[in-house]
């Protein structure tokens, strides 16, 4: 019962350096999306995907980049990172759209930029 | 502004206590709204979602009630227990969500 598989769960990052968060999920759902949380704020919609091989930008979408190969994996690429990437970041997946699916989530990925 | 506005940012009650949880918004067209529990270093897991011609949903010992003229939401929790202590999130759709920033609350023995 795997549902949303997040990797790493914590990592440390100096500024300018680059690295990929993992998200796998297994209940074959179409849509999936990329979160950021920062403290006291409501959940930051960074990328998202309807399927493979489309994605599209959400809210916060700058210095990230994703891609969507597989209906399985959404990763979420961040190239030069910054202190202001510090945060919580979720993924989620669901089978219909806003309207319609109900969101599963990750267990998060916590990202500490230095 | 945010377009979804929770109330209280944090509250702390008795174990066995009942406690409202409180979330307006201002996200128009709406589609539906629902309710998320995320429990501290954990992804927020679903509660209830109620589109705009429901006044209420319960599960277990949480009941939302939605009224879509006011753009209100409420969250009851009944007879609070210790695992109750999370971040509860209000979540308003019209296509895309959009996430209030939670009620973080606290069950006390």
């Known amino acids: 019962n795997a549902g949303v598989t997040q990797t790493p769960k914590f990592r440390i990052l100096k500024i300018g350096q680059s690295m990929t968060l993992q998200c796998t999920q297994d209940m074959n759902h179409n849509y999936m999306y990329w979160y950021r949380q920062d403290p006291g704020m409501g959940l930051k919609l960074i990328y998202y995907?309807?399927?493979?091989?489309i994605t599209d930008k959400g809210e916060v979408p700058n210095g990230y980049n994703v891609s969507r190969s597989t209906t399985e994996d959404f990763p979420l690429r961040l190239e030069l990172a910054a202190p202001s990437q510090t945060s919580v970041y979720f993924c989620?997946?669901?089978w219909g759209s806003g309207d319609t699916g109900e969101l599963f989530f990750g267990e998060g990925s916590r990202l500490t930029v230095l | 502004k945010n377009q979804v506005e929770q109330s209280p940012q944090s509250l702390i009650i008795l174990e066995g206590k009942n406690c409202t949880l409180q979330c307006n918004y201002t996200v128009s067209p709406f589609s539906n709204l629902r309710w998320y529990k995320q429990d501290t270093g954990r992804g927020p897991v679903s509660l209830t979602i109620?589109?705009?011609?429901?006044n209420t949903k319960s599960n277990g010992r949480y009941t939302a009630t939605l009224d879509a003229d006011t753009k209100q939401s409420s969250l009851h929790i009944t007879a609070s227990q210790l695992s109750d202590s999370a971040s509860y999130i209000c979540?308003?759709?019209?296509?895309?969500?959009?996430f209030g920033a939670g009620t973080r609350l606290t069950v006390k023995p």
């Open positions: 989620a997946s669901s």
């Open positions: 979540v308003v759709s019209p296509g895309d969500m959009r």
């Open positions: 995907s309807v399927g493979a091989g």
């Open positions: 109620m589109t705009f011609s429901e």
